[in-house]
């Protein structure tokens, strides 16, 4: 398997633009997250889905932030409008369940991230 | 709620020397914690985890021990290498939830 796989790898935007972030998860995971990672605030959950059901999405810093997961094998999210403050890496994550059990050790894989920066 | 904290970096070792890196959780009932690093300009990688008290995990040379008395889980290596430089990070899960909770993540540097 490649892995989870994150596009674009790098982002240079001006604020008050569209910001598509994509991810494809690892076959047969049946959990993605999205997490950003900036200086100031470390790693910080943003959303995370389980069979494409958004779980919990407190995470979300605004209603400019929307995730959305369509099918089992891509997910995105974005940011409509975009500001200076959104500059930061985004990172997917997926996981396996191994069923309904949890298997109290939820190991994530994740994609390379994807470095937004808003002007 | 759920929380992890680890001791503040930077570290700066030289190489062959012994690493510690502290950290501590605060969590109801009994997480599962786990150590990920992440390498330059890469994503995070899972290095090692437990998921019970008195658990050991191990990889790589790093080694953690899941202590329940004092509520933490300590990452050592007893003869770092210039390739373990990276950031660290701390975290836990709880036994019923799939999200992770990290800590602030340190930075180690091993100069040759």
């Known amino acids: 398997d490649a892995g989870v796989i994150q596009s674009p790898r790098h982002e240079v935007t001006e604020m008050g633009q569209e910001v598509t972030l994509r991810c494809k998860p690892i076959?047969?995971?049946?959990?993605l997250f999205w997490y950003r990672q900036t200086m100031m605030r470390g790693l910080e959950l943003l959303i995370y889905?389980?069979?494409?059901?958004?779980?919990?999405d407190s995470g979300m810093p605004e209603d400019r932030f929307s995730a959305k997961m369509p099918n089992a094998s891509f997910s995105t999210l974005k940011i409509q409008p975009s500001e200076p403050r959104d500059s930061a890496v985004y990172f997917c994550a997926s996981s396996y369940s191994k069923g309904h059990i949890p298997s109290g050790a939820n190991v994530l894989t994740f994609g390379a991230g994807s470095r937004l920066t808003v002007l | 709620g759920n929380s992890v904290t680890q001791m503040e970096g930077p570290v700066t070792l030289s190489e062959e020397a012994f690493l510690t890196i502290n950290c501590t959780y605060t969590?109801?009932?009994?997480?599962?914690l786990f150590w990920y690093v992440q390498y330059p300009g890469e994503g995070l990688q899972l290095l090692l985890k437990a998921t019970k008290a008195d658990d050991k995990g191990s990889n790589k040379g790093f080694e953690a021990t899941y202590r329940k008395e004092t509520t933490s889980f300590h990452l050592e290596k007893g003869s770092v290498q210039v390739s373990d430089s990276a950031v660290y990070f701390c975290?836990?899960?709880?036994?019923?939830?799939?999200?992770?909770?990290f800590g602030a993540g340190t930075t180690v540097t091993v100069r040759a």
């Open positions: 969590a109801t009932g009994y997480p599962s």
């Open positions: 975290a836990l899960s709880d036994r019923n939830d799939y999200k992770l909770s």
């Open positions: 076959s047969g995971h049946d959990y």
């Open positions: 889905f389980n069979n494409n059901v958004p779980i919990d």
